[in-house]
């Protein structure tokens, strides 16, 4: 009888992972006159929701270049020790411009990248960035405090209710923004709120959704990566925003929009400047004005005024005029975090672990 | 009093594809053959249900296919693990990956489309009754299926002859070919069924649960069953038990989040786990009766001799 060893693993575990690798890379050695371009995903290319936004900007590219650019996707590389493998390996067969769409690709590509100077990295939702590492970022919560404007007009019961994967700042930011645009329309309305502590659970995103229901929420926004969050509270007859992608189809007529992800603009601009030669790193944030958050259609059913309410918000924060975190701001406790007449600073928003006066739950 | 009897609803409804996936290993692992795979055979489940069901077919096709999906996916296992004597855990883990990739692959172009769910049962009379009637009888059919399979597993492995052989190949196959019984062949039928029932708690989650398809829509439920089953001591009931204790923990801790309990949100989401694990290895702590239990030839393969 054989069994398996520790050894056993390791040399099947590698053997497997040579042959994702080398499937993974298609034409391994071409002529270099295009522009090799490579991605990974963090996830399965699906259909809805984060990878399918960065696919759409991956299209971006080959319609703005076509056959000048060549492009290579690999997909559900989550882990950071697969990832490393996979930034090398498309960084020594010529692809001149990298894209990493995942917080877990950081510390993989930081220390791809200084191997490589002839490379452009390109990291989302990265925080630090090196001479040919440069990161981007969404301001998601410009997205959730125009949405929040519409949850404050529908909601019934003054409580709306934030689903998130993890009590981080990316998640924590947004939410906070979600129930300040809410209170823009009436300072009582409070938001209940459920962190899964996993980023992907169909089936504990549904009983988030249904315990809010049950505690009166009667809008309920779902940031993680299923469209489950919208169906459910469809299912219990309470509004719904989306988040990434469009999610109308699943919301039994109640989605009320959805803040959408457009990379396109970036990855696009990307390309180009390396094509051109032009590339620089640089730390990009960016939201509204850049095109990069947007506002999916708004549900029908709405009020004229409520749109026309939420169409000025995205105006006066994309020119400047309205900021999402402006002060008097206070924290759950009532201490004033932004004075009257100033606001949050980016490093504040960035890192913010902190919930605003209205929600209800906790951050340990 | 509404909060309890909606809490105690979902979390009937939340452990129910855990019990069926649950319910078939125990079955598997009782006849000694171990089988990591559901994971991946719930996938193959859940995929081939909305497959069928986008394809046109009324609903109770689409169940039977993920039975089937399920069953054959298992069947991959057995032909392995059974008749080629590999390595029990390496077929199994290979299946569990296999399954999420050829789940990923059915499923592609289903991800947009949400699914007309199994509705909730209305018995008239019953369903009405205040209460009692929301606690017991508002349910979708698939809930009282898990019931009914429940009853009969355990009916089968207690109370039938060929119950007794399932577990007797379990003990000691070599005794059992001695006697005559056909080790692997009943085998075989274990590890498909067990295959079936994971590929129904699959259809549970894509038809019913949460009707729509993301891949690895799982999310770890195929090793949660795989561990009750060895919390519980390879006993249907207190698999049924702990199945409902860690649904219900999951809900409680969410309710929990939600009122905004000053406990960091990571211990309560750890709660279930810790829960569960506490609570079946304190019942099941008498060693000796544990040893009674436990399938001695599990993972062993079988080479009939002579």
């Given at each position: 009888?054989?069994?398996?060893?520790?050894?056993?693993?390791?040399?099947?575990?590698?053997?497997?992972?040579?042959?994702?690798?080398?499937?993974?890379?298609?034409?391994?050695?071409?002529?270099?006159?295009?522009?090799?371009?490579?991605?990974?995903?963090?996830?399965?290319?699906?259909?809805?929701?984060?990878?399918?936004?960065?696919?759409?900007?991956?299209?971006?590219?080959?319609?703005?270049?076509?056959?000048?650019?060549?492009?290579?996707?690999?997909?559900?590389?989550?882990?950071?020790?697969?990832?490393?493998?996979?930034?090398?390996?498309?960084?020594?067969?010529?692809?001149?411009?990298?894209?990493?769409?995942?917080?877990?690709?950081?510390?993989?590509?930081?220390?791809?990248?200084?191997?490589?100077?002839?490379?452009?990295?390109?990291?989302?939702?990265?925080?630090?960035?090196?001479?040919?590492?440069?990161?981007?970022?969404?301001?998601?919560?410009?997205?959730?405090?125009?949405?929040?404007?519409?949850?404050?007009?529908?909601?019934?019961?003054?409580?709306?209710?934030?689903?998130?994967?993890?009590?981080?700042?990316?998640?924590?930011?947004?939410?906070?923004?979600?129930?300040?645009?809410?209170?823009?329309?009436?300072?009582?309305?409070?938001?209940?709120?459920?962190?899964?502590?996993?980023?992907?659970?169909?089936?504990?995103?549904?009983?988030?959704?249904?315990?809010?229901?049950?505690?009166?929420?009667?809008?309920?926004?779902?940031?993680?990566?299923?469209?489950?969050?919208?169906?459910?509270?469809?299912?219990?007859?309470?509004?719904?925003?989306?988040?990434?992608?469009?999610?109308?189809?699943?919301?039994?007529?109640?989605?009320?929009?959805?803040?959408?992800?457009?990379?396109?603009?970036?990855?696009?601009?990307?390309?180009?400047?390396?094509?051109?030669?032009?590339?620089?790193?640089?730390?990009?944030?960016?939201?509204?004005?850049?095109?990069?958050?947007?506002?999916?259609?708004?549900?029908?059913?709405?009020?004229?005024?409520?749109?026309?309410?939420?169409?000025?918000?995205?105006?006066?924060?994309?020119?400047?005029?309205?900021?999402?975190?402006?002060?008097?701001?206070?924290?759950?406790?009532?201490?004033?975090?932004?004075?009257?007449?100033?606001?949050?600073?980016?490093?504040?928003?960035?890192?913010?672990?902190?919930?605003?006066?209205?929600?209800?739950?906790?951050?340990? | 009093?509404?909060?309890?009897?909606?809490?105690?609803?979902?979390?009937?409804?939340?452990?129910?594809?855990?019990?069926?996936?649950?319910?078939?290993?125990?079955?598997?692992?009782?006849?000694?053959?171990?089988?990591?795979?559901?994971?991946?055979?719930?996938?193959?489940?859940?995929?081939?249900?909305?497959?069928?069901?986008?394809?046109?077919?009324?609903?109770i096709l689409a169940v039977g296919a993920a039975v089937v999906g399920g069953a054959l996916a298992s069947l991959m296992f057995g032909v392995l693990a059974l008749t080629f004597m590999t390595n029990q855990y390496a077929a199994g883990l290979a299946l569990a990956i296999f399954g999420a990739g050829v789940s990923a692959f059915i499923g592609r172009g289903f991800g947009t489309?949400?699914?007309?769910?199994?509705?909730?049962?209305?018995?008239?009379?019953?369903?009405?009754?205040?209460?009692?009637?929301?606690?017991?009888?508002?349910?979708?059919?698939?809930?009282?299926?898990?019931?009914?399979?429940?009853?009969?597993?355990?009916?089968?492995?207690?109370?039938?002859?060929?119950?007794?052989?399932?577990?007797?190949?379990?003990?000691?196959?070599?005794?059992?070919?001695?006697?005559?019984?056909?080790?692997?062949?009943?085998?075989?039928?274990?590890?498909?069924?067990?295959?079936?029932?994971?590929?129904?708690?699959?259809?549970?989650?894509?038809?019913?649960?949460?009707?729509?398809?993301?891949?690895?829509?799982?999310?770890?439920?195929?090793?949660?069953?795989?561990?009750?089953?060895?919390?519980?001591?390879?006993?249907?009931?207190?698999?049924?038990?702990?199945?409902?204790?860690?649904?219900?923990?999951?809900?409680?801790?969410?309710?929990?989040?939600?009122?905004?309990?000053?406990?960091?949100?990571?211990?309560?989401?750890?709660?279930?786990?810790?829960?569960?694990?506490?609570?079946?290895?304190?019942?099941?702590?008498?060693?000796?009766?544990?040893?009674?239990?436990?399938?001695?030839?599990?993972?062993?393969?079988?080479?009939?001799?002579?």
């Amino acid at each position: 009888m054989k069994r398996a060893t520790r050894r056993d693993i390791l040399k099947y575990g590698a053997a497997t992972g040579l042959a994702t690798g080398l499937t993974g890379l298609p034409g391994l050695s071409r002529a270099q006159e295009k522009l090799k371009v490579g991605t990974v995903f963090v996830s399965p290319l699906s259909e809805i929701g984060w990878t399918k936004q960065h696919s759409l900007g991956v299209e971006a590219i080959k319609n703005e270049m076509g056959d000048a650019v060549e492009i290579t996707t690999i997909d559900n590389i989550y882990l950071p020790q697969d990832a490393e493998r996979v930034f090398r390996e498309l960084a020594s067969t010529g692809h001149q411009l990298i894209f990493g769409t995942s917080f877990s690709h950081g510390t993989p590509m930081q220390k791809v990248a200084p191997r490589f100077p002839e490379v452009a990295f390109e990291h989302c939702s990265g925080i630090k960035h090196l001479n040919n590492l440069g990161t981007f970022e969404a301001k998601y919560y410009e997205g959730t405090y125009v949405a929040g404007i519409t949850a404050g007009h529908v909601t019934k019961t003054g409580k709306i209710g934030f689903v998130g994967g993890f009590p981080i700042p990316d998640i924590v930011g947004p939410g906070n923004a979600l129930l300040l645009g809410a209170q823009s329309v009436n300072p009582d309305i409070t938001c209940n709120v459920i962190f899964l502590n996993s980023w992907f659970d169909p089936g504990k995103e549904k009983e988030a959704v249904k315990t809010l229901v049950a505690q009166g929420c009667d809008v309920i926004c779902s940031m993680t990566d299923t469209p489950t969050g919208v169906q459910v509270a469809g299912e219990n007859d309470a509004w719904s925003i989306g988040y990434a992608s469009d999610m109308s189809q699943f919301g039994n007529g109640k989605h009320l929009t959805a803040f959408t992800l457009n990379w396109a603009p970036v990855y696009v601009d990307a390309a180009k400047r390396v094509a051109a030669g032009t590339w620089e790193t640089s730390e990009r944030w960016l939201g509204l004005k850049d095109d990069v958050v947007k506002l999916s259609p708004y549900n029908p059913d709405l009020p004229a005024e409520v749109v026309a309410a939420a169409d000025q918000a995205q105006a006066d924060i994309s020119a400047g005029t309205l900021h999402p975190y402006a002060g008097e701001l206070k924290d759950q406790s009532g201490a004033v975090r932004a004075e009257a007449g100033s606001r949050l600073s980016d490093g504040d928003i960035r890192g913010m672990n902190w919930f605003v006066q209205g929600m209800i739950g906790n951050l340990g | 009093m509404d909060l309890f009897v909606s809490m105690f609803a979902a979390t009937i409804i939340a452990a129910t594809p855990l019990i069926f996936a649950a319910l078939g290993e125990l079955v598997v692992e009782k006849s000694g053959v171990l089988n990591l795979g559901i994971e991946g055979m719930m996938l193959i489940g859940a995929a081939f249900g909305i497959w069928v069901h986008f394809a046109g077919f009324p609903m109770i096709l689409a169940v039977g296919a993920a039975v089937v999906g399920g069953a054959l996916a298992s069947l991959m296992f057995g032909v392995l693990a059974l008749t080629f004597m590999t390595n029990q855990y390496a077929a199994g883990l290979a299946l569990a990956i296999f399954g999420a990739g050829v789940s990923a692959f059915i499923g592609r172009g289903f991800g947009t489309t949400p699914v007309e769910a199994i509705q909730p049962l209305h018995i008239p009379g019953l369903s009405d009754i205040p209460i009692l009637g929301e606690m017991f009888f508002q349910f979708d059919p698939l809930v009282y299926l898990s019931f009914v399979l429940f009853a009969a597993v355990s009916w089968f492995l207690y109370r039938t002859k060929a119950g007794l052989a399932l577990r007797a190949i379990g003990e000691s196959p070599d005794s059992a070919h001695a006697i005559g019984y056909q080790v692997i062949r009943i085998r075989y039928l274990a590890v498909m069924f067990g295959g079936a029932m994971a590929g129904l708690g699959g259809a549970y989650l894509s038809l019913v649960y949460t009707p729509l398809w993301v891949e690895n829509m799982t999310a770890g439920r195929g090793w949660i069953a795989l561990a009750l089953v060895v919390f519980a001591a390879w006993r249907p009931r207190r698999v049924i038990f702990g199945a409902w204790l860690f649904g219900g923990m999951t809900i409680l801790q969410l309710q929990g989040q939600a009122i905004g309990l000053t406990v960091p949100t990571e211990v309560l989401s750890a709660l279930p786990y810790v829960a569960t694990i506490v609570v079946l290895v304190l019942i099941s702590r008498n060693r000796e009766a544990m040893a009674l239990d436990f399938p001695t030839s599990l993972a062993q393969p079988f080479r009939p001799k002579g």
